[in-house]
Protein backbone atom coordinates (compact mmCIF):
# COMPACT_ATOMS: atom_id res chain seq x y z
CA UNK A 1 0.00 0.00 0.00
CA UNK A 2 1.09 3.32 -0.93
CA UNK A 3 0.99 5.64 2.25
CA UNK A 4 2.25 9.56 2.61
CA UNK A 5 3.79 10.99 5.77
CA UNK A 6 3.60 14.28 6.89
CA UNK A 7 6.40 15.49 9.29
CA UNK A 8 7.65 18.90 10.97
CA UNK A 9 10.83 20.17 12.47
CA UNK A 10 10.09 22.29 15.35
CA UNK A 11 12.50 24.03 18.04
CA UNK A 12 13.05 20.97 20.43
CA UNK A 13 10.48 21.04 23.27
CA UNK A 14 13.46 20.11 25.87
CA UNK A 15 14.30 23.58 25.53
CA UNK A 16 15.22 24.77 29.08
CA UNK A 17 12.31 27.67 29.71
CA UNK A 18 15.01 30.11 30.49
CA UNK A 19 16.81 29.44 26.88
CA UNK A 20 13.00 30.51 25.15
CA UNK A 21 12.86 33.62 23.30
CA UNK A 22 10.62 35.46 21.17
CA UNK A 23 11.07 38.36 19.04
CA UNK A 24 7.95 40.37 19.84
CA UNK A 25 8.45 42.68 17.11
CA UNK A 26 8.55 39.96 14.61
CA UNK A 27 6.64 38.07 16.29
CA UNK A 28 8.52 34.99 16.15
CA UNK A 29 10.50 32.55 18.11
CA UNK A 30 14.20 33.04 18.64
CA UNK A 31 15.88 30.15 17.86
CA UNK A 32 17.56 28.89 21.30
CA UNK A 33 21.72 29.17 21.34
CA UNK A 34 23.13 25.61 20.42
CA UNK A 35 19.80 23.82 20.75
CA UNK A 36 19.45 22.18 17.07
CA UNK A 37 15.87 22.01 15.72
CA UNK A 38 13.94 18.29 16.19
CA UNK A 39 11.44 16.15 14.27
CA UNK A 40 8.17 16.59 16.00
CA UNK A 41 7.82 13.80 18.60
CA UNK A 42 4.54 12.15 17.29
CA UNK A 43 6.29 12.49 13.77
CA UNK A 44 8.41 9.18 14.28
CA UNK A 45 5.39 7.32 15.26
CA UNK A 46 3.51 7.98 12.10
CA UNK A 47 6.35 6.92 9.76
CA UNK A 48 6.66 3.99 12.32
CA UNK A 49 2.88 3.51 11.60
CA UNK A 50 3.57 3.71 8.01
CA UNK A 51 6.54 1.07 7.73
CA UNK A 52 4.30 -1.64 9.48
CA UNK A 53 1.46 -1.08 7.46
CA UNK A 54 3.42 -1.67 4.41
CA UNK A 55 5.01 -4.71 5.18
CA UNK A 56 1.82 -5.54 6.46
CA UNK A 57 0.02 -4.98 3.39
CA UNK A 58 2.55 -6.79 1.21
CA UNK A 59 4.48 -3.61 0.24
CA UNK A 60 4.03 -0.62 -1.40
CA UNK A 61 5.85 2.78 -0.83
CA UNK A 62 6.26 5.36 1.91
CA UNK A 63 6.84 9.22 0.79
CA UNK A 64 7.70 11.33 3.17
CA UNK A 65 6.29 15.15 3.20
CA UNK A 66 7.44 18.22 4.91
CA UNK A 67 6.53 21.62 4.68
CA UNK A 68 9.52 23.81 6.71
CA UNK A 69 13.04 26.24 6.10
CA UNK A 70 16.15 24.03 4.55
CA UNK A 71 16.63 22.46 7.84
CA UNK A 72 13.84 20.54 7.09
CA UNK A 73 15.37 17.60 5.28
CA UNK A 74 16.65 16.56 8.79
CA UNK A 75 13.83 15.76 9.52
CA UNK A 76 13.13 14.05 6.46
CA UNK A 77 16.22 12.36 6.82
CA UNK A 78 15.15 10.78 9.92
CA UNK A 79 12.05 9.06 8.12
CA UNK A 80 14.05 7.60 5.51
CA UNK A 81 16.73 5.95 7.98
CA UNK A 82 14.16 4.37 9.78
CA UNK A 83 12.79 2.93 6.66
CA UNK A 84 10.88 5.35 4.16
CA UNK A 85 11.22 5.03 0.43
CA UNK A 86 11.01 8.78 -0.67
CA UNK A 87 11.23 12.54 0.53
CA UNK A 88 9.55 15.70 -0.64
CA UNK A 89 10.33 18.88 0.92
CA UNK A 90 7.93 22.00 0.13
CA UNK A 91 9.90 25.08 0.22
CA UNK A 92 9.09 28.31 -1.02
CA UNK A 93 10.08 31.86 0.73
CA UNK A 94 6.07 32.47 0.61
CA UNK A 95 5.96 29.96 2.96
CA UNK A 96 7.51 31.50 6.09
CA UNK A 97 4.81 31.94 8.86
CA UNK A 98 1.76 30.47 7.02
CA UNK A 99 -1.09 29.43 9.29
CA UNK A 100 -2.66 26.10 9.63
CA UNK A 101 -5.43 26.74 6.51
CA UNK A 102 -2.34 27.82 4.23
CA UNK A 103 -0.24 24.77 5.58
CA UNK A 104 -3.07 22.09 4.95
CA UNK A 105 -3.80 23.84 1.33
CA UNK A 106 0.13 23.67 0.36
CA UNK A 107 0.50 20.01 1.64
CA UNK A 108 -3.24 18.95 -0.13
CA UNK A 109 -1.98 20.18 -3.16
CA UNK A 110 1.41 17.95 -2.70
CA UNK A 111 -0.57 14.85 -1.87
CA UNK A 112 -2.32 15.29 -4.65
CA UNK A 113 1.16 15.91 -7.00
CA UNK A 114 2.83 12.62 -5.34
CA UNK A 115 -0.55 11.22 -6.82
CA UNK A 116 -1.59 7.57 -6.12
CA UNK A 117 -2.17 6.94 -2.34
CA UNK A 118 -3.85 4.54 0.14
CA UNK A 119 -3.52 6.42 3.55
CA UNK A 120 -1.87 9.61 4.86
CA UNK A 121 -0.16 9.45 8.15
CA UNK A 122 0.74 12.58 10.27
CA UNK A 123 1.64 13.07 13.86
CA UNK A 124 -1.51 14.20 15.76
CA UNK A 125 0.09 17.24 16.66
CA UNK A 126 3.10 19.47 16.38
CA UNK A 127 4.32 20.34 19.44
CA UNK A 128 5.20 24.00 18.65
CA UNK A 129 1.93 25.27 18.05
CA UNK A 130 0.64 22.23 19.45
CA UNK A 131 -3.03 22.82 16.67
CA UNK A 132 -3.23 19.18 15.59
CA UNK A 133 -5.32 20.83 12.42
CA UNK A 134 -3.66 20.12 9.41
CA UNK A 135 -4.75 16.29 10.00
CA UNK A 136 -8.51 16.71 9.68
CA UNK A 137 -8.42 19.93 7.54
CA UNK A 138 -6.61 17.93 4.99
CA UNK A 139 -9.29 15.20 4.84
CA UNK A 140 -11.87 18.20 4.61
CA UNK A 141 -9.21 19.49 1.78
CA UNK A 142 -9.20 16.09 -0.17
CA UNK A 143 -12.55 15.15 0.20
CA UNK A 144 -11.54 11.62 2.37
CA UNK A 145 -12.22 10.26 5.77
CA UNK A 146 -10.09 11.41 8.48
CA UNK A 147 -9.54 9.13 11.67
CA UNK A 148 -7.50 11.39 14.16
CA UNK A 149 -5.70 10.48 17.67
CA UNK A 150 -4.76 6.54 16.53
CA UNK A 151 -3.29 4.38 19.29
CA UNK A 152 -3.50 1.43 16.61
CA UNK A 153 -4.05 1.12 13.36
CA UNK A 154 -4.76 -2.42 10.85
CA UNK A 155 -5.10 -2.82 7.54
CA UNK A 156 -6.41 -5.12 4.55
CA UNK A 157 -5.26 -2.18 1.89
CA UNK A 158 -8.90 -1.60 1.16
CA UNK A 159 -9.73 0.03 5.15
CA UNK A 160 -8.33 1.24 8.02
CA UNK A 161 -9.23 -0.26 11.08
CA UNK A 162 -8.10 2.76 14.09
CA UNK A 163 -8.63 2.66 17.55
CA UNK A 164 -8.72 6.31 18.58
CA UNK A 165 -7.86 7.49 22.03
CA UNK A 166 -10.99 9.54 23.08
CA UNK A 167 -11.01 12.14 26.63
CA UNK A 168 -12.47 9.56 28.56
CA UNK A 169 -11.62 5.90 26.91
CA UNK A 170 -11.38 4.73 23.16
CA UNK A 171 -13.04 4.16 19.79
CA UNK A 172 -12.76 1.77 17.33
CA UNK A 173 -13.42 2.85 14.18
CA UNK A 174 -13.39 1.79 10.29
CA UNK A 175 -12.76 4.02 7.27
CA UNK A 176 -12.21 3.17 3.57
CA UNK A 177 -9.68 4.02 1.97
CA UNK A 178 -8.13 6.25 0.89
CA UNK A 179 -7.98 8.29 4.55
CA UNK A 180 -6.24 10.01 6.51
CA UNK A 181 -4.86 9.09 10.27
CA UNK A 182 -3.22 10.95 13.06
CA UNK A 183 -0.87 9.13 15.06
CA UNK A 184 -0.67 9.45 18.91
CA UNK A 185 2.30 8.74 21.15
CA UNK A 186 0.27 5.73 22.70
CA UNK A 187 1.37 4.09 19.11
CA UNK A 188 4.38 3.40 20.81
CA UNK A 189 7.87 3.40 20.38
CA UNK A 190 9.55 4.28 16.77
CA UNK A 191 12.15 2.38 16.24
CA UNK A 192 15.61 4.01 15.95
CA UNK A 193 17.46 3.99 13.17
CA UNK A 194 20.87 2.12 12.83
CA UNK A 195 23.93 4.41 11.64
CA UNK A 196 24.33 2.28 8.30
CA UNK A 197 20.37 3.29 7.69
CA UNK A 198 21.14 6.94 8.25
CA UNK A 199 24.58 6.47 6.23
CA UNK A 200 21.91 5.37 3.28
CA UNK A 201 19.30 7.90 3.88
CA UNK A 202 21.90 10.37 3.66
CA UNK A 203 22.64 9.30 0.11
CA UNK A 204 18.78 9.60 -0.72
CA UNK A 205 17.77 12.64 -2.83
CA UNK A 206 14.69 14.85 -1.41
CA UNK A 207 12.77 16.65 -3.77
CA UNK A 208 12.15 19.98 -3.60
CA UNK A 209 8.88 21.28 -4.64
CA UNK A 210 8.05 24.89 -4.50
CA UNK A 211 4.55 27.18 -4.44
CA UNK A 212 4.60 27.20 -7.71
CA UNK A 213 5.42 23.44 -8.36
CA UNK A 214 2.44 22.68 -6.23
CA UNK A 215 0.62 25.59 -8.61
CA UNK A 216 -0.66 27.84 -5.41
CA UNK A 217 -0.97 31.37 -6.52
CA UNK A 218 -0.84 34.45 -4.73
CA UNK A 219 -4.06 34.20 -2.58
CA UNK A 220 -3.35 31.18 -1.21
CA UNK A 221 0.25 31.85 -0.17
CA UNK A 222 2.37 34.69 0.23
CA UNK A 223 0.98 36.86 2.72
CA UNK A 224 2.02 35.23 6.02
CA UNK A 225 -1.34 33.86 8.65
CA UNK A 226 -3.35 35.40 5.61
CA UNK A 227 -6.41 33.27 7.17
CA UNK A 228 -6.00 33.44 10.59
CA UNK A 229 -3.51 37.00 11.48
CA UNK A 230 -0.52 36.21 14.48
CA UNK A 231 -1.36 39.81 15.97
CA UNK A 232 0.81 39.00 18.89
CA UNK A 233 3.65 36.98 20.49
CA UNK A 234 5.17 36.75 23.83
CA UNK A 235 6.71 35.12 26.81
CA UNK A 236 3.85 35.31 29.31
CA UNK A 237 5.09 36.81 32.91
CA UNK A 238 5.09 33.77 35.17
CA UNK A 239 3.70 35.67 37.91
CA UNK A 240 5.88 33.34 40.43
CA UNK A 241 4.16 33.04 44.24
CA UNK A 242 6.70 30.62 44.92
CA UNK A 243 7.15 30.26 48.94
CA UNK A 244 10.71 28.69 49.02
CA UNK A 245 10.65 26.63 52.18
CA UNK A 246 13.17 27.98 54.71
CA UNK A 247 15.88 25.92 57.03
CA UNK A 248 19.21 25.31 57.81
CA UNK A 249 19.33 21.63 56.57
CA UNK A 250 17.36 19.39 54.33
CA UNK A 251 16.15 17.97 57.42
CA UNK A 252 14.66 21.14 58.55
CA UNK A 253 13.57 22.38 55.25
CA UNK A 254 11.69 18.87 55.12
CA UNK A 255 10.14 19.06 58.37
CA UNK A 256 8.71 22.98 57.12
CA UNK A 257 7.36 21.90 54.08
CA UNK A 258 5.42 18.70 55.41
CA UNK A 259 4.12 21.04 58.28
CA UNK A 260 3.01 23.43 55.24
CA UNK A 261 1.61 20.95 52.84
CA UNK A 262 -0.49 19.15 56.64
CA UNK A 263 -2.00 23.15 57.11
CA UNK A 264 -2.84 23.59 53.45
CA UNK A 265 -4.79 20.25 53.52
CA UNK A 266 -2.42 18.97 50.77
CA UNK A 267 -1.40 15.46 52.74
CA UNK B 1 -26.74 40.53 12.08
CA UNK B 2 -23.46 38.59 13.67
CA UNK B 3 -23.84 36.30 16.12
CA UNK B 4 -22.41 33.88 18.51
CA UNK B 5 -22.76 29.82 17.57
CA UNK B 6 -21.80 27.04 20.69
CA UNK B 7 -21.42 23.65 20.12
CA UNK B 8 -22.37 22.21 23.25
CA UNK B 9 -22.05 18.43 23.93
CA UNK B 10 -23.70 15.88 25.33
CA UNK B 11 -22.00 13.37 28.16
CA UNK B 12 -23.54 10.38 29.89
CA UNK B 13 -26.66 11.16 30.61
CA UNK B 14 -26.45 15.14 30.51
CA UNK B 15 -24.38 17.72 29.16
CA UNK B 16 -20.98 17.68 29.67
CA UNK B 17 -19.75 20.79 31.64
CA UNK B 18 -18.01 22.60 29.05
CA UNK B 19 -20.69 23.51 27.34
CA UNK B 20 -21.96 25.75 29.98
CA UNK B 21 -18.24 27.44 30.16
CA UNK B 22 -18.79 27.78 26.52
CA UNK B 23 -21.97 29.63 26.36
CA UNK B 24 -20.61 32.04 29.39
CA UNK B 25 -17.28 32.85 27.02
CA UNK B 26 -20.52 33.51 24.47
CA UNK B 27 -22.00 35.89 26.84
CA UNK B 28 -18.82 37.97 27.67
CA UNK B 29 -18.68 38.01 23.77
CA UNK B 30 -22.30 39.41 23.58
CA UNK B 31 -22.19 41.64 25.95
CA UNK B 32 -18.79 43.32 24.21
CA UNK B 33 -21.30 43.23 20.77
CA UNK B 34 -20.96 40.02 19.12
CA UNK B 35 -24.38 39.48 18.60
CA UNK B 36 -26.93 36.79 20.41
CA UNK B 37 -26.00 33.52 22.01
CA UNK B 38 -27.02 30.50 19.76
CA UNK B 39 -26.33 27.45 21.42
CA UNK B 40 -26.44 23.76 19.40
CA UNK B 41 -26.92 20.43 21.20
CA UNK B 42 -26.97 16.84 19.62
CA UNK B 43 -30.16 15.35 22.21
CA UNK B 44 -33.66 17.14 22.96
CA UNK B 45 -35.44 19.71 23.38
CA UNK B 46 -35.34 19.52 26.78
CA UNK B 47 -31.53 19.59 27.04
CA UNK B 48 -32.10 22.58 24.83
CA UNK B 49 -33.67 24.30 27.46
CA UNK B 50 -31.03 23.73 29.76
CA UNK B 51 -28.84 25.82 27.24
CA UNK B 52 -30.95 28.12 27.57
CA UNK B 53 -31.19 28.46 31.44
CA UNK B 54 -27.25 29.10 31.19
CA UNK B 55 -27.21 31.94 29.50
CA UNK B 56 -28.00 31.29 25.54
CA UNK B 57 -30.39 33.33 23.86
CA UNK B 58 -31.72 30.27 21.48
CA UNK B 59 -31.09 26.53 21.51
CA UNK B 60 -31.43 23.70 18.82
CA UNK B 61 -31.99 19.99 19.25
CA UNK B 62 -30.02 18.87 16.51
CA UNK B 63 -32.04 15.25 16.59
CA UNK B 64 -30.00 13.50 13.66
CA UNK B 65 -29.07 10.39 14.97
CA UNK B 66 -25.45 10.44 12.88
CA UNK B 67 -24.03 12.68 15.85
CA UNK B 68 -24.49 10.35 18.12
CA UNK B 69 -20.86 8.64 16.74
CA UNK B 70 -19.64 12.29 18.87
CA UNK B 71 -17.42 12.49 15.02
CA UNK B 72 -17.20 15.76 13.50
CA UNK B 73 -17.70 14.75 9.63
CA UNK B 74 -21.30 13.74 11.53
CA UNK B 75 -21.81 17.19 12.78
CA UNK B 76 -20.53 19.24 10.01
CA UNK B 77 -24.01 19.48 7.96
CA UNK B 78 -25.83 20.36 11.12
CA UNK B 79 -23.61 23.03 12.31
CA UNK B 80 -23.42 23.99 8.72
CA UNK B 81 -27.76 24.63 8.72
CA UNK B 82 -27.47 26.13 12.20
CA UNK B 83 -25.03 28.85 10.97
CA UNK B 84 -27.19 29.96 8.29
CA UNK B 85 -30.11 29.52 10.66
CA UNK B 86 -28.47 31.69 13.36
CA UNK B 87 -26.26 34.13 11.06
CA UNK B 88 -23.93 33.33 13.38
CA UNK B 89 -20.41 34.83 12.53
CA UNK B 90 -18.18 33.16 15.64
CA UNK B 91 -18.28 29.41 16.18
CA UNK B 92 -17.21 28.07 19.67
CA UNK B 93 -16.56 24.81 20.79
CA UNK B 94 -14.71 22.44 23.14
CA UNK B 95 -11.13 21.08 22.82
CA UNK B 96 -12.62 18.07 23.10
CA UNK B 97 -12.96 14.81 20.95
CA UNK B 98 -15.43 16.29 18.92
CA UNK B 99 -14.33 19.99 18.68
CA UNK B 100 -10.40 18.78 18.05
CA UNK B 101 -12.05 17.01 14.39
CA UNK B 102 -15.22 19.41 14.10
CA UNK B 103 -12.82 23.08 14.29
CA UNK B 104 -10.37 22.34 11.52
CA UNK B 105 -13.35 20.75 9.36
CA UNK B 106 -15.81 23.32 9.98
CA UNK B 107 -13.19 26.62 8.88
CA UNK B 108 -12.05 24.90 6.34
CA UNK B 109 -14.93 23.43 4.64
CA UNK B 110 -15.70 27.26 4.65
CA UNK B 111 -12.31 28.92 3.86
CA UNK B 112 -11.02 30.10 7.09
CA UNK B 113 -8.44 29.01 9.89
CA UNK B 114 -9.70 27.89 13.22
CA UNK B 115 -7.77 28.40 16.64
CA UNK B 116 -7.81 25.74 18.80
CA UNK B 117 -7.43 25.54 22.81
CA UNK B 118 -8.11 29.17 23.19
CA UNK B 119 -7.91 30.65 26.84
CA UNK B 120 -9.03 33.90 26.36
CA UNK B 121 -11.31 35.58 23.98
CA UNK B 122 -12.19 39.48 22.77
CA UNK B 123 -14.08 41.31 20.83
CA UNK B 124 -11.69 44.26 19.25
CA UNK B 125 -13.18 46.05 16.52
CA UNK B 126 -16.18 43.92 16.02
CA UNK B 127 -14.09 41.26 15.94
CA UNK B 128 -13.01 37.87 17.68
CA UNK B 129 -9.49 37.95 19.00
CA UNK B 130 -8.52 35.01 20.46
CA UNK B 131 -5.42 33.49 22.93
CA UNK B 132 -3.51 30.59 22.94
CA UNK B 133 -0.94 29.39 24.63
CA UNK B 134 1.72 27.88 22.03
CA UNK B 135 5.33 26.24 22.44
CA UNK B 136 4.37 24.07 25.50
CA UNK B 137 2.69 27.29 26.82
CA UNK B 138 6.26 29.18 26.89
CA UNK B 139 4.38 31.30 24.97
CA UNK B 140 0.90 33.10 24.47
CA UNK B 141 -0.25 33.73 20.96
CA UNK B 142 -3.04 36.21 19.66
CA UNK B 143 -4.83 35.66 16.20
CA UNK B 144 -7.63 37.22 14.59
CA UNK B 145 -9.57 35.99 11.20
CA UNK B 146 -9.31 37.61 7.91
CA UNK B 147 -12.65 35.37 6.35
CA UNK B 148 -16.07 36.34 7.66
CA UNK B 149 -16.43 32.97 9.58
CA UNK B 150 -14.22 33.23 12.89
CA UNK B 151 -13.94 29.23 14.47
CA UNK B 152 -12.38 28.44 17.88
CA UNK B 153 -12.13 25.53 20.28
CA UNK B 154 -11.81 26.66 24.30
CA UNK B 155 -9.97 25.04 26.81
CA UNK B 156 -12.13 23.59 29.69
CA UNK B 157 -12.26 25.62 32.91
CA UNK B 158 -11.16 29.07 30.51
CA UNK B 159 -14.51 30.66 31.56
CA UNK B 160 -16.68 29.86 34.44
CA UNK B 161 -20.52 28.74 33.92
CA UNK B 162 -23.10 30.82 34.65
CA UNK B 163 -25.77 29.88 37.03
CA UNK B 164 -28.70 27.87 35.65
CA UNK B 165 -31.68 30.51 35.96
CA UNK B 166 -35.05 28.69 34.69
CA UNK B 167 -36.77 32.13 34.60
CA UNK B 168 -34.64 32.94 31.59
CA UNK B 169 -36.33 32.42 28.47
CA UNK B 170 -35.52 31.95 24.70
CA UNK B 171 -36.74 30.05 21.44
CA UNK B 172 -35.89 26.44 21.15
CA UNK B 173 -36.02 24.69 17.91
CA UNK B 174 -35.13 21.45 16.36
CA UNK B 175 -32.78 20.29 13.40
CA UNK B 176 -32.32 16.66 11.75
CA UNK B 177 -29.28 18.09 10.03
CA UNK B 178 -26.47 15.40 9.92
CA UNK B 179 -25.08 13.08 7.96
CA UNK B 180 -24.01 9.59 8.00
CA UNK B 181 -20.15 9.84 8.53
CA UNK B 182 -17.69 8.30 5.96
CA UNK B 183 -15.73 6.65 8.75
CA UNK B 184 -18.01 4.03 11.18
CA UNK B 185 -17.88 3.41 14.94
CA UNK B 186 -17.39 -0.04 16.18
CA UNK B 187 -17.52 0.23 19.56
CA UNK B 188 -16.42 2.43 22.12
CA UNK B 189 -14.74 1.79 25.69
CA UNK B 190 -14.17 3.38 28.46
CA UNK B 191 -10.26 3.80 29.82
CA UNK B 192 -9.71 0.85 31.90
CA UNK B 193 -8.63 1.07 35.71
CA UNK B 194 -6.37 -0.76 37.29
CA UNK B 195 -4.71 0.49 40.83
CA UNK B 196 -4.48 4.66 40.74
CA UNK B 197 -4.76 5.77 37.29
CA UNK B 198 -1.63 8.50 36.88
CA UNK B 199 -4.31 10.74 34.81
CA UNK B 200 -6.80 10.06 38.01
CA UNK B 201 -4.16 10.34 41.42
CA UNK B 202 -5.05 13.52 43.70
CA UNK B 203 -1.35 13.25 44.21
CA UNK B 204 1.48 13.12 41.65
CA UNK B 205 4.97 12.52 42.74
CA UNK B 206 7.34 12.85 39.11
CA UNK B 207 11.07 12.27 38.86
CA UNK B 208 13.51 13.84 36.13
CA UNK B 209 16.93 13.34 34.87
CA UNK B 210 18.42 15.44 37.62
CA UNK B 211 17.72 12.57 39.67
CA UNK B 212 20.79 11.45 38.46
CA UNK B 213 19.88 7.62 38.88
CA UNK B 214 17.26 5.11 38.38
CA UNK B 215 17.26 3.77 41.99
CA UNK B 216 15.99 7.21 43.19
CA UNK B 217 12.49 6.07 41.62
CA UNK B 218 11.92 3.62 44.70
CA UNK B 219 12.62 6.79 47.02
CA UNK B 220 9.50 8.65 44.83
CA UNK B 221 7.27 5.45 44.84
CA UNK B 222 7.86 5.53 48.63
CA UNK B 223 6.40 8.98 49.19
CA UNK B 224 3.73 8.29 46.80
CA UNK B 225 2.87 5.16 48.85
CA UNK B 226 2.39 6.90 51.38
CA UNK B 227 0.37 10.24 49.91
CA UNK B 228 -1.66 7.26 47.80
CA UNK B 229 -0.83 8.66 44.78
CA UNK B 230 0.57 8.12 41.45
CA UNK B 231 4.67 8.12 40.61
CA UNK B 232 5.48 10.07 37.03
CA UNK B 233 8.79 10.54 35.21
CA UNK B 234 9.99 13.12 32.72
CA UNK B 235 10.61 12.00 28.81
CA UNK B 236 14.25 12.75 30.07
CA UNK B 237 13.73 9.94 32.57
CA UNK B 238 12.04 7.53 30.67
CA UNK B 239 14.51 7.81 27.87
CA UNK B 240 17.19 6.83 29.14
CA UNK B 241 14.76 3.99 30.71
CA UNK B 242 15.07 4.65 34.14
CA UNK B 243 11.05 4.59 34.45
CA UNK B 244 8.68 2.81 32.27
CA UNK B 245 7.48 5.17 29.46
CA UNK B 246 3.56 4.55 30.30
CA UNK B 247 4.03 6.63 33.98
CA UNK B 248 5.89 9.55 31.41
CA UNK B 249 4.46 13.22 32.00
CA UNK B 250 4.55 15.55 29.76
CA UNK B 251 3.46 15.98 25.76
CA UNK B 252 4.11 12.73 24.35
CA UNK B 253 2.83 11.31 27.55
CA UNK B 254 0.44 11.46 30.22
CA UNK B 255 -1.63 14.47 31.13
CA UNK B 256 -2.02 15.12 34.80
CA UNK B 257 -3.89 17.70 37.21
CA UNK B 258 -3.80 16.02 40.66
CA UNK B 259 -4.17 18.32 43.53
CA UNK B 260 -0.38 17.86 44.53
CA UNK B 261 2.19 17.89 42.02
CA UNK B 262 5.60 17.12 43.77
CA UNK B 263 8.55 17.62 41.11
CA UNK B 264 11.89 15.71 41.83
CA UNK B 265 14.50 17.20 40.07
CA UNK B 266 12.72 18.70 36.97
CA UNK B 267 13.76 21.41 35.64
CA UNK B 268 10.11 22.31 33.68
CA UNK B 269 11.13 22.15 29.76
CA UNK B 270 7.59 22.90 27.88
CA UNK B 271 7.87 19.04 27.48
CA UNK B 272 6.83 18.12 30.82
CA UNK B 273 4.82 21.75 31.27
CA UNK B 274 2.61 20.39 28.93
CA UNK B 275 1.49 17.36 30.97
CA UNK B 276 1.25 19.20 34.64
CA UNK B 277 0.68 22.67 34.06
CA UNK B 278 -2.85 21.72 34.99
CA UNK B 279 -1.81 20.61 38.21
CA UNK B 280 -3.26 22.52 41.57
CA UNK B 281 -0.57 22.96 43.51
CA UNK B 282 3.32 22.18 42.47
CA UNK B 283 6.25 20.72 45.09
CA UNK B 284 9.47 21.89 43.13
CA UNK B 285 12.12 20.00 45.34
CA UNK B 286 15.07 20.90 42.90
CA UNK B 287 18.95 22.16 43.61
CA UNK B 288 18.94 25.02 41.22
CA UNK B 289 16.93 27.93 42.61
CA UNK B 290 16.47 29.47 39.42
CA UNK B 291 14.59 26.11 37.32
CA UNK B 292 11.19 26.59 35.90
CA UNK B 293 9.70 24.65 38.05
CA UNK B 294 10.59 25.96 41.27
CA UNK B 295 8.80 29.48 39.71
CA UNK B 296 6.12 27.90 38.70
CA UNK B 297 5.34 25.85 42.15
CA UNK B 298 3.62 26.97 45.35
CA UNK B 299 6.64 25.29 47.39
CA UNK B 300 10.00 25.05 47.13
CA UNK B 301 12.30 23.38 48.10
CA UNK B 302 16.08 24.15 47.11
CA UNK B 303 18.11 21.31 48.17
CA UNK B 304 19.84 18.13 47.43
CA UNK B 305 16.73 15.60 46.98
CA UNK B 306 18.35 12.20 48.54
CA UNK B 307 18.51 14.23 51.65
CA UNK B 308 15.07 16.39 51.36
CA UNK B 309 12.71 13.69 50.37
CA UNK B 310 13.94 10.66 52.89
CA UNK B 311 13.52 13.08 55.39
CA UNK B 312 10.12 14.36 53.87
CA UNK B 313 8.92 10.63 54.25
CA UNK B 314 10.32 10.09 57.56
CA UNK B 315 7.69 13.74 58.90
CA UNK B 316 5.12 12.70 56.90
CA UNK B 317 5.23 9.16 58.71
CA UNK B 318 5.17 11.29 61.93
CA UNK B 319 2.17 13.35 61.03
CA UNK B 320 0.40 10.28 60.15
Known sequence: MNIIVCVKQIPDPETPAASFKVDEAAKKVIPAQGIAPVVNPFDPQATEAALRLKDATGGGKVTVISLGADSARDAIKHALAMGADEGVLLSDPSFDGIDNFQTAVALSKAIEKVGEYDLILAGRSAADWDMGVVPAGLGQLLGIPVVTIAKAIESDGSSVKVERVLDDGFQSVEAPLPAVVSVSNEFGEPRYPQLRQIMLAAKKTVQVWSAADLGLGADETGEPNRWLPLEALYVPKVESNVEIIEGDTPEEKAHNLALKLRAAKLI | ?320
Not at chain 2, 16 to 32: D, H, K, M, T, Y
Not at chain 2, 84 to 109: H, K, N, W, Y
Request: aromatic fraction near 4%; charge should be negative.
Open chain 2, 1 to 320: MPGILVIAEPNEGGIAPVSFELIAAARQLSSEGAGNVTALIAGSEAEAQQLIAHGADAAIAATNPALKTGLGEAYLPAVQAAIESSGADIVLMGQTSLGRDLGPALAFANKTAVAMDCVALAIAGGRLRATRSAYGGNARAEVTWKAPLQVATVKAKSFDALEADSARSGSVSTSDAGADPKVKVLGVSKAESTGVRLEDAPVVVSGGRGLGDPSAFGMLEELTGLLHGATGASRAACDLGWYPPSQQVGLTGKTVSPDLYIAVAISGASQHMAGMAGSKNIVAINKDADANMVKVSKFAVVDDYKKVVPALIEEIKKLG
